[in-house]
Structures are given as structure tokens and as C-alpha cells.
């Protein structure tokens, strides 16, 4: 019986540290530095006024790496550096809100997904939207990462 319980124990080790997830795509970035962010956005406000509809993103500036992008998608919350992650610090590399997409002003500009994160047009890209964590509470998101 011993004997099972010590395979069953190696076995399960196994599959709990190989289940693992890796997020160094985000924490690797040689163009995204690692800034502190922590600020509210309080729904209320004539600013974030349109985070109360499905669909629509808010810019906030002077945050983040270039910037905050807070979306709502219908389901929840979701806040990404406005950086452009796959070219390094430039004016043009603040990423815009177009829709559901944010996109880089660059001549080549790349595309975004705000609701995963991903590239939508541009092949190639190796890095994703650094995202940042928001929780809601009393018509307040909090975004901290």
C-alpha cells in the first residue's frame, strides 16, 4: 500500500509543476518596463462615463508604460499598458483605441486585440498586451498589476 502512495504522490508532483503556466512573454519584453500601477477609475466621473456600455475603452494617460486602456467587454473588466509591446518607446508607439482594437500610430501600425490581448492583423508579433489586474466595487475599478 506504501508503495502506491509513494507513486501516487511522484505522480501527482508531476502533473501539479508541469500544469504550470509561463508569463515571461510578458515579464521578458526588452520594450516594457516594469512600472508600478495602482489608481482608480471611478465610474461615476463625466471621464470614465464610458465604461458603463459594453464595447467602449477609456484611455488614461501619466500611467503604466504609456499609458492605461480600461475596456469593458459586456462580461467584465479588462486594463492594458497602452505600450505598443513588439517596438521600442517611441511617440508613436502609444497605442489608440479604435473600437475594440488598440493600434500603434507607427507607419506600420500594429493591431491589437482589447479584449484578449493578441495581435489581429499583424503576423509576427511575439509579444502580447501587458495586461494589469481591475476589480470593481461600488461603480470603482481598481487597477493595480
Same mark, same amino acid.
Given at each position: ?12 508532483? #508531476? #502533473? ?13 519584453? *526588452? ?18 462615463? *464610458? ?33 505598443? *509591446?513588439?517596438? *521600442? ?7 489608440? $483605441?479604435?473600437?475594440?482594437?488598440? @493600434? ?10 482589447? $479584449? ?8 509576427? #508579433?511575439?509579444?502580447?498586451? #501587458?495586461?494589469?489586474? @481591475? ?11
Amino acid at each position: 500500500m506504501q508503495k502506491y502512495t509513494y507513486y501516487l504522490l511522484i505522480i501527482s508532483s #508531476l #502533473l501539479m509543476f508541469s500544469s504550470c503556466s509561463d508569463d515571461d512573454n510578458n515579464f521578458n519584453n *526588452p520594450f516594457l518596463a516594469n512600472v508600478s500601477v495602482n489608481f482608480t477609475a471611478d465610474l461615476g466621473l463625466p471621464q470614465y462615463n *464610458p465604461l458603463n456600455f459594453a464595447g467602449n475603452a477609456v484611455y488614461q494617460p501619466n500611467v503604466g508604460n504609456a499609458g492605461v486602456i480600461i475596456v469593458n467587454t459586456g462580461s467584465q473588466f479588462l486594463a492594458w499598458d497602452a505600450a505598443d *509591446p513588439n517596438l *521600442p518607446p517611441e511617440p508613436c508607439t502609444t497605442l489608440q $483605441v479604435d473600437g475594440l482594437e488598440a @493600434v500603434s500610430t507607427c507607419d506600420e501600425p500594429n493591431r491589437y486585440s482589447l $479584449v484578449t490581448g493578441q495581435p489581429t492583423e499583424t503576423e509576427g #508579433l511575439e509579444y502580447t498586451l #501587458l495586461n494589469y489586474r @481591475v476589480t470593481e466595487g461600488n461603480g470603482v475599478l481598481q487597477v493595480t498589476n
